[in-house]
């Protein structure tokens, strides 16, 4: 195969996961836009970096990699920019909306995003994405031991959080 | 027997090999408590399958298929090879090669700049020179110069953003001009002046209350690009007026 019809090939491959990459970046950001604008910054990146994915690597790992680190970078220039860039976001308050959603039930979305990053990276990796505990730890760049120690914390947490009240489970 | 909750995980979630296996399912046959741990974690495993399912069944934003597609430029294929040939043919000779994805990013947006030019005539922020670069027009090549990015007065061309150091040495700042025609960009202090190297008009938001703008209207293409050629951190307050007062020449890269 010529590198002409691979990286055409590759850009196809990444168009057909742009619709998990938008799910793996809403688990990352408060707004679809912004989630997408992520994946947007994600595929940009990926394609000016293409040659450095070795084809024998899952292309949905790499990506997720990417994707998690521009959403790094994204979260460290908030912190030194926020004033720069996210003006809007000042007095935000995320904890309204979910509140609201909270008196039917937190919704597992909602329960999710109160987990810490890095417990709901590894929950959503692997139990929303799928991923083998092998490809979510090299994806997080982490030793198995800690992505498994996660993703314990992470579920029980999460069982926590969406546990009926009343202890009775229908 | 005690079986260590993340190993009773691990078997819900298929991770165990066949020894652990074993262990796991005759422990289970004994003790009730261990299938119910089992079966916890295989519930919440199900729950969260679901989780986000509904955005799969969305439609994808066509500026996202663009973006995994080159942007319809990359027709020929290869992303490399592009990025090399936008590299030539917008780094004049002797020019230091850093800017590779600006340059990539610009060559995207030329057709943005383009219907810029078409909209506002020669009067306005953004005009080409002769070589056919875009550069920024008087007014904002005013804002660019003088104003510091805390300013937000009203009636501004231009409100400038972000100013940092790019890796080439030369200054560089954002700015994003609201109104019908909302953009925003890069633009670099180069020897002749404010250079433009992206500009992207900021997606139009719907008016719900819950709807926002990303980003206070940089672009997310600009944004990639500023994370590629910062060099450290941006300027701050003190830095841009000492900028400011060298008349944003370059400094030399360390």
């Known amino acids: ?170 | 027997m005690s079986v260590s909750d993340e190993t009773l995980m691990a078997y819900a979630d298929g991770e165990v090999d066949a020894a652990t296996r074993a262990i796991i399912e005759a422990a289970m046959r004994d003790d009730p408590e261990i299938r119910r741990r089992i079966e916890e974690h295989r519930a919440l495993r199900e729950t969260l399958q679901g989780a986000f399912s509904a955005v799969l069944d969305e439609p994808v934003p066509q500026r996202l298929i663009d973006a995994a597609r080159g942007h319809d430029a990359a027709r020929a294929g290869n992303v490399v090879d592009m990025a090399s040939a936008r590299r030539a043919a917008v780094d004049a000779p002797g020019r230091r090669r850093s800017w590779q994805p600006v340059a990539m990013a610009a060559s995207v947006l030329v057709g943005v700049a383009v219907g810029y030019l078409g909209w506002h005539g020669s009067n306005s922020w953004v005009k080409t020179n002769s070589s056919g670069e875009l550069i920024a027009g008087v007014g904002l090549a005013e804002a660019l110069s003088n104003q510091l990015s805390e300013d937000r007065s009203p009636g501004l061309v231009a409100i400038t953003g972000l100013s940092f150091r790019a890796k080439t040495g030369d200054f560089c700042r954002t700015f994003s001009v609201t109104g019908a025609h909302a953009s925003s960009g890069l633009a670099c202090h180069e020897a002749d002046g404010w250079k433009i190297k992206v500009l992207a008009q900021t997606p139009a938001a719907p008016n719900s209350s819950n709807f926002r703008p990303a980003a206070s209207g940089i672009a997310p293409a600009v944004r990639a690009v500023v994370e590629e050629s910062i060099d450290g951190e941006p300027l701050d307050q003190a830095g841009e007026i000492a900028a400011r007062k060298q008349g944003w020449a370059a400094t030399p890269s360390r």
Do not use: C
């Open chain 1, 1 to 170: 195969m010529s590198t002409n019809e691979s990286a055409e090939t590759i850009q196809e491959q990444i168009v057909a996961l742009l619709p998990r990459l938008r799910r793996f970046a809403r688990n990352l950001v408060r707004t679809p836009h912004d989630a997408d604008d992520m994946v947007q910054i994600a595929v940009e990146r990926a394609l000016l970096h293409l040659d450095q994915w070795h084809s024998d690597a899952r292309l949905d790992s790499w990506l997720f990699k990417i994707l998690r680190n521009a959403w790094i970078d994204e979260v460290r220039s908030r912190g030194r920019r926020a004033k720069l860039f996210m003006p809007e976001e000042a007095g935000e308050n995320i904890g309204e909306a979910s509140m609201e959603r909270e008196i039917d039930r937190l919704s597992v979305e909602a329960a999710l995003a109160r987990l810490p990053h890095d417990q709901r990276l590894a929950v959503s990796l692997v139990l929303v994405e799928g991923l083998a505990y092998k490809d979510a730890a090299e994806v997080l760049e982490v030793p198995i031991g800690t992505l498994t120690s996660r993703l314990a914390r992470g579920r029980e947490a999460l069982a926590a959080l969406l546990r009926p009240p009343q202890g009775d489970r229908s």
